[in-house]
């Protein structure tokens, strides 16, 4: 391989001077000689403003063209851009930027008024807001900056600090080189046709791996255009599509969901796109989605520490995750041992849940996991026995065909059984009128679990708990124990900023909330009625009585 290709820093430098689209955002054009121009100039600002320590940059901001100079800089400086997640606030935000020892952060106005006043560890001085004056003159000042010498810049040299998503604990900051980006750029190109006639349109967060890995990377290694939208906007998404033209995009969490809740055109299909790539979409939604646009959906299975990779393949059965790279396996976490194969019935009822579950675990070794900064705890974690440990449930049939049973601490007991809320999820999700849903479990007054569901419904849905109640009883895969006890209807399913659902909330509050609650009364009813105030009074009662701890009321 070229050496030019080993480093994010070699393939940027290959594209100085190329006139070749690069960068769009809104109405405004660079080429990729002038995106390299620009980042040029922001690696000789980060040299001129390094300070003792690891040369890190702390980026809050949307996606702009600003957030991309700064990640082409800190790549031709052999600095790392930590992404910020600007869903963070207060001192969980503070304590994101005061682990990963960054030296600048830069931002807009909106962003330094949530840094304010919170104990950062970096100066004020080195809050850059990319409206103010003195931050224009900054960059004025390197105007004549040229891609600087990156001889010393090889494929160890850290690139960026990525949060996880946090949905089950305190986000991590993943390490990721300039190495590993530059091999995924490789990958993706290859895998997914990304090549220099795409558009690639990125709808979802840069500061996510997401957007970074499979559509940053391999634009800036294929010279292909990238095309920028702020936020995610479902209403906007297609209008985005036609305005740029775009070709590829990518998407993570509930994206396609919520675009797909927007009120349908007969012109849908009437766009340029050609295929999109991302993760954790329903099998529903991407046949909806393939049929309403007219694009190819890609799903695959990864994650920011990439320590497991698992790919979809032909003729794979409906609903699953395709099959696992050597080594990559269901794994029982207490007994080490390799999970035995699920088994169904004829209707495709799972029957060994509680044995077939377990974790994914790449038991021949950390392959492309660097690491947690500054973080031992977690990376022994996950890296168990010398394996890497996903974190992530799952289960496999004969054939090796993996299903995504849910995050690690979606488990629940009902009557001494054992089972995993994403089978449960996937089945509510049929529901006609669903946007959203998360299952989980929630205390029975006596001891275990019981199931419940938070439901977003489309604008044009309301919930009938008749309906839903004959719906949840023809299900034949159902399994006897996943059926919810309660239903809450939510108006917004609480989300982190890359769309991946947060159960934490939901899950404590349980049925304690002003939100619409539907519920079987009695364990064996199947009609689901709304919870009343004397409902609810009823069920504290007989947490009381049997000393069960006390729910936490939704604010």
Same mark, same amino acid.
């Given at each position: 391989?070229?050496?030019?290709?080993?480093?994010?820093?070699?393939?940027?430098?290959?594209?100085?001077?190329?006139?070749?689209?690069?960068?769009?955002?809104?109405?405004?054009?660079?080429?990729?000689?002038?995106?390299?121009?620009?980042?040029?100039?922001?690696?000789?600002?980060?040299?001129?403003?390094?300070?003792?320590?690891?040369?890190?940059?702390?980026?809050?901001?949307?996606?702009?063209?600003?957030?991309?100079?700064?990640?082409?800089?800190?790549?031709?400086?052999?600095?790392?851009?930590?992404?910020?997640?600007?869903?963070?606030?207060?001192?969980?935000?503070?304590?994101?930027?005061?682990?990963?020892?960054?030296?600048?952060?830069?931002?807009?106005?909106?962003?330094?008024?949530?840094?304010?006043?919170?104990?950062?560890?970096?100066?004020?001085?080195?809050?850059?807001?990319?409206?103010?004056?003195?931050?224009?003159?900054?960059?004025?000042?390197?105007?004549?900056?040229?891609?600087?010498?990156?001889?010393?810049?090889?494929?160890?040299?850290?690139?960026?600090?990525?949060?996880?998503?946090?949905?089950?604990?305190?986000? *991590?900051?993943?390490?990721?080189?300039?190495?590993?980006?530059?091999?995924?750029?490789?990958?993706?190109?290859?895998?997914?046709?990304?090549?220099?006639?795409?558009?690639?349109?990125?709808?979802?967060?840069?500061?996510?791996?997401?957007?970074?890995?499979?559509?940053?990377?391999?634009?800036?290694?294929?010279?292909?255009?990238?095309?920028?939208?702020?936020?995610?906007?479902?209403?906007?998404?297609?209008?985005?599509?036609?305005?740029?033209?775009?070709?590829?995009?990518?998407?993570?969490?509930?994206?396609?969901?919520?675009?797909?809740?927007?009120?349908?055109?007969?012109?849908?299909?009437?766009?340029?796109?050609?295929?999109?790539?991302?993760?954790?979409?329903?099998?529903?939604?991407?046949?909806?989605?393939?049929?309403?646009?007219?694009?190819?959906?890609?799903?695959?299975?990864?994650?920011?520490?990439?320590?497991?990779?698992?790919?979809?393949?032909?003729?794979?059965?409906?609903?699953?995750?395709?099959?696992?790279?050597?080594?990559?396996?269901?794994?029982?976490?207490?007994?080490?041992?390799?999970?035995?194969?699920?088994?169904?019935?004829?209707?495709?009822?799972?029957?060994?849940?509680?044995?077939?579950?377990?974790?994914?675990?790449?038991?021949?070794?950390?392959?492309?996991?660097?690491?947690?900064?500054?973080?031992?705890?977690?990376?022994?974690?996950?890296?168990?026995?010398?394996?890497?440990?996903?974190?992530?449930?799952?289960?496999?049939?004969?054939?090796?065909?993996?299903?995504?049973?849910?995050?690690?601490?979606?488990?629940?007991?009902?009557?001494?059984?054992?089972?995993?809320?994403?089978?449960?999820?996937?089945?509510?999700?049929?529901?006609?009128?669903?946007?959203?849903?998360?299952?989980?479990?929630?205390?029975?007054?006596?001891?275990?679990?019981?199931?419940?569901?938070?439901?977003?419904?489309?604008?044009?849905?309301?919930?009938?708990?008749?309906?839903?109640?004959?719906?949840?009883?023809?299900?034949?895969?159902?399994?006897?124990?996943?059926?919810?006890?309660?239903?809450?209807?939510?108006?917004?399913?609480?989300?982190?900023?890359?769309?991946?659902?947060?159960?934490?909330?939901?899950?404590?509050?349980?049925?304690?909330?002003?939100?619409?609650?539907?519920?079987?009364?009695?364990?064996?009813?199947?009609?689901?009625? *709304?919870?009343?105030?004397?409902?609810?009074?009823?069920?504290?009662?007989?947490?009381?009585?049997?000393?069960?701890?006390?729910?936490?009321?939704?604010?």
């Amino acid at each position: 391989m070229d050496q030019a290709e080993l480093t994010v820093a070699g393939l940027l430098a290959r594209r100085s001077g190329d006139v070749h689209p690069g960068l769009r955002a809104g109405d405004d054009f660079w080429s990729w000689g002038e995106v390299v121009a620009e980042s040029a100039r922001r690696a000789a600002a980060l040299k001129a403003l390094k300070g003792d320590g690891p040369p890190h940059v702390g980026v809050l901001l949307d996606n702009v063209p600003e957030l991309l100079f700064w990640l082409g800089g800190a790549a031709l400086a052999g600095a790392a851009i930590v992404g910020i997640n600007p869903t963070r606030r207060g001192t969980e935000l503070a304590a994101d930027v005061a682990h990963t020892n960054c030296q600048l952060i830069v931002t807009d106005a909106n962003g330094a008024a949530t840094l304010d006043g919170l104990e950062l560890g970096v100066p004020a001085d080195r809050i850059l807001d990319i409206g103010s004056t003195a931050y224009k003159e900054l960059i004025a000042n390197h105007a004549g900056a040229s891609v600087p010498d990156i001889t010393d810049i090889d494929e160890a040299t850290l690139l960026l600090l990525l949060f996880t998503s946090g949905t089950t604990g305190a986000p *991590k900051a993943v390490r990721c080189t300039q190495g590993r980006l530059a091999s995924i750029a490789e990958r993706v190109e290859a895998l997914y046709g990304v090549n220099r006639d795409d558009v690639c349109y990125a709808p979802m967060p840069l500061f996510h791996g997401n957007a970074l890995m499979a559509l940053w990377a391999p634009a800036v290694r294929t010279g292909a255009m990238v095309a920028l939208t702020p936020k995610f906007s479902a209403s906007g998404f297609l209008d985005d599509v036609r305005r740029y033209h775009a070709t590829y995009f990518t998407y993570v969490g509930k994206a396609l969901t919520y675009v797909l809740g927007t009120e349908p055109k007969p012109d849908d299909a009437h766009n340029t796109l050609q295929r999109g790539f991302g993760n954790e979409a329903s099998d529903l939604d991407i046949e909806r989605f393939q049929q309403r646009f007219g694009c190819k959906i890609i799903e695959g299975y990864g994650s920011s520490e990439g320590g497991a990779v698992i790919v979809r393949v032909p003729d794979m059965p409906a609903g699953s995750l395709g099959v696992g790279a050597p080594g990559v396996c269901v794994v029982n976490p207490d007994t080490m041992a390799e999970c035995p194969p699920a088994t169904f019935d004829d209707n495709g009822r799972l029957l060994n849940a509680e044995q077939a579950t377990g974790e994914i675990v790449n038991t021949q070794g950390l392959e492309r996991f660097e690491g947690y900064y500054r973080n031992d705890d977690a990376f022994a974690q996950r890296s168990r026995n010398g394996w890497y440990w996903s974190g992530d449930l799952a289960y496999r049939d004969d054939k090796g065909f993996f299903w995504f049973a849910g995050r690690s601490a979606d488990w629940l007991r009902v009557d001494g059984e054992n089972f995993a809320a994403a089978p449960v999820e996937r089945i509510v999700s049929r529901f006609e009128g669903v946007a959203a849903v998360a299952v989980y479990a929630v205390p029975d007054a006596l001891s275990g679990d019981q199931v419940m569901a938070a439901i977003e419904l489309t604008a044009s849905a309301c919930f009938d708990g008749d309906a839903f109640g004959a719906f949840i009883a023809t299900q034949p895969d159902l399994g006897t124990k996943w059926a919810p006890r309660f239903v809450r209807i939510v108006d917004h399913m609480p989300l982190t900023g890359s769309n991946k659902v947060v159960k934490t909330g939901v899950r404590a509050h349980a049925w304690v909330t002003d939100d619409a609650v539907f519920w079987r009364a009695g364990r064996g009813d199947t009609v689901y009625r *709304k919870m009343t105030d004397a409902d609810r009074a009823e069920l504290h009662a007989d947490f009381v009585d049997h000393g069960r701890v006390a729910l936490v009321p939704n604010p």
